[in-house]
T-cell receptor
Framework: KQEVTQIPAALSVPEGENLVLNCSFT??????LQWFRQDPGKGLTSLLL?????REQTSGRLNASLDKSSGRSTLYIAASQPGDSATYLC????????????FGSGTQLTVLP | DVKVTQSSRYLVKRTGEKVFLECVQD?????MFWYRQDPGLGLRLIYF???????EKGDIPEGYSVSREKKERFSLILESASTNQTSMYLC???????????FGPGTRLTVL
């Protein structure tokens, strides 16, 4: 059974800082891993999808990496801004299931002006 | 851009009422999902559908049913709403199995 863990649960940084969010998964036979952003009271917005054959994926100031052997993914945010404040969730496909994602509980990020 | 829409952003219902939540996607996706999200419990899968008229139970299907009569539309039904079904309900869709998953804006349901 795939389990996804995100530590820390909350993070507060000053504006302009580069930061890394962590995601760990238990089953290294992972297909894809997806990072999402969620603003309070809203749905999830897809940020990046990393294919199992890839090691990293970039979009603007965001860079996500995937290391299957160690069971880890990281989301790097460069030059953080107050508008980046949100909860960030990672999700991996469940063991033996091509259809269901297992979600982490998220890291709540606050970027202070 | 993929668009997933949900019929209501906020909904208030009374205990015992039958409640319909609707979700529509515009990208011809095969897979559609209903989740609920509660503080401290994270996202939990209620039901999903991988084709028209096909459905599978998720982790917490009790008290819910679903309907998928058309490919673009997936409905969640609360047969007899209860206060413990007060929650944020999120719909999602995805194309082929390992592709990117997209979410709707969510419906905040309150059952009084």
């Amino acid at each position: 059974k795939q389990e996804v863990t995100q530590i820390p649960a909350a993070l507060s940084v000053p504006e302009g800082e580069n930061l890394v969010l962590n995601c760990s998964f238990t089953d290294s036979a992972i297909y894809n891993l997806q990072w999402f952003r969620q603003d309070p009271g809203k749905g999830l917005t897809s940020l990046l999808l990393i294919q199992s054959s890839q090691r990293e994926q970039t979009s603007g100031r965001l860079n996500a990496s995937l290391d299957k052997s160690s069971g880890r993914s990281t989301l790097y945010i460069a030059a953080s801004q107050p508008g980046d404040s949100a909860t960030y969730l990672c999700a991996a496909y469940r063991t033996g299931s091509a259809r269901q994602l297992t979600f982490g509980s998220g890291t709540q990020l606050t970027v202070l002006p | 851009d993929v668009k997933v829409t949900q019929s209501s952003r906020y909904l208030v219902k009374r205990t015992g009422e039958k409640v319909f939540l609707e979700c529509v996607q515009d990208m011809d996706h095969e897979n559609m999902f209903w989740y609920r999200q509660d503080p401290g419990l994270g996202l939990r899968l209620i039901y999903f559908s991988y084709d028209v008229k096909m459905k599978e139970k998720g982790d917490i299907p009790e008290g819910y049913s679903v309907s998928r009569e058309k490919k673009e539309r997936f409905s969640l039904i609360l047969e007899s709403a209860s206060t413990n079904q007060t929650s944020m309900y999120l719909c999602a869709s995805r194309g082929q199995s390992y592709n990117e998953q997209f979410f709707g804006p969510g419906t905040r349901l309150t059952v009084l």
